[in-house]
């Protein structure tokens, strides 16, 4: 039983990982690329190491895993984010996208 | 409620430590104290001294469980859009605003909106969110937030 | 279960190679980035992995450190393509 909760977490996570790579190999954009890379591997990430943390056993192993995956989860968005705003405020980049103002649409209820 | 905030830090340095050595006697225990409250006491302008209160854990708890069922769910359909043959992606930017008040929620509620899989944090200027969306459909679970309402219930 | 470990640190050494194609290739700094930050948390997940396979658990405190310096470094590079320009 627990043998294959291990499999199913671990083939999970490598599998997100899979997705993450072949995203930023085929995606387009710079921001695009940056959705499917972060994103994809902290799941990846977090599945990972609750499947180290099952095989481990408990104990104070599996509390340094928890460390890690906690470390991981703050790092990892604010990483991402710091990418996409020296992204973003490049002059070259300014008006790429067409920008949707909500301040005004969400007094209206839905788009 | 400053005085709850004052005592938690060096707590969780303790158990860092703690969890750091691998084990449990008189020693470690003693060395940890001293450390962590060393620690607490150079660094007590960086802490965030922000009103944490013990009761309203329960809820923290839930926004956990919340967080991961939503990152699940949106991870898979991203998934899909990536394998699929030809990508449909229709890139876009939002501007909107947030009524939370403190700092650390305000970072939470950011960290949460690019974890959450079609959407991007991409600057955070005083309570205007700018967020870069990878299709237009995931716009309206944006505006109606189901973080930022339980982070106000935290709040409030 | 000492296969499947196996085989996961074989699939992420090969995941981190198609990594390392657009870290190499990127029309961006920006793109190399987060090639490189992709990287460092399959490295994280990888070393977590041969820890249990070595049956060393010193190696989860490398992980930590590992993780640190790669956050760090991110950033400072972040904040520096930030403010010079994101060209080449």
Redesign the interface.
Known sequence: MKNILIFILMAGGLFFFFVGTIGLLRLKDVMTRIHSAAKCDTLGALLCTTALILYSGGGFVGLKLIIVIVFLWITNPTATHLIAKAEHVQPENAGIYETIDMNEVKKDGDI | MKKNSSFIWPVLFLL?WL??C??LNAEVFMIGIVISAAVYYFNRNLLPTGNFRIRKLPLYALYLLLLLKE??LA?IS??GI??SPK?N?S???????TQLKSKLHRAIL??SI?????T????FIEDEL?V?C?VKAY??G??HSKFEKLLLKIEG | MHGLLVFSIVFLAITVMICSYRAIKGPKATDRLIAINVIGTKTVVLICILSFILKETYFIDVVLVYALISFVSTMVIARHIENRGSKT
């Open positions: 860092f969890i750091l691998e084990k990152i699940i991870n991203v998934a990536v394998l990508m992606v890139p876009c930017i939002v501007r909107l605003k950011a960290n690019t974890l959450t899989p079609g991007l944090t991409v600057q700018i870069h990878l716009i309206p944006l505006i």
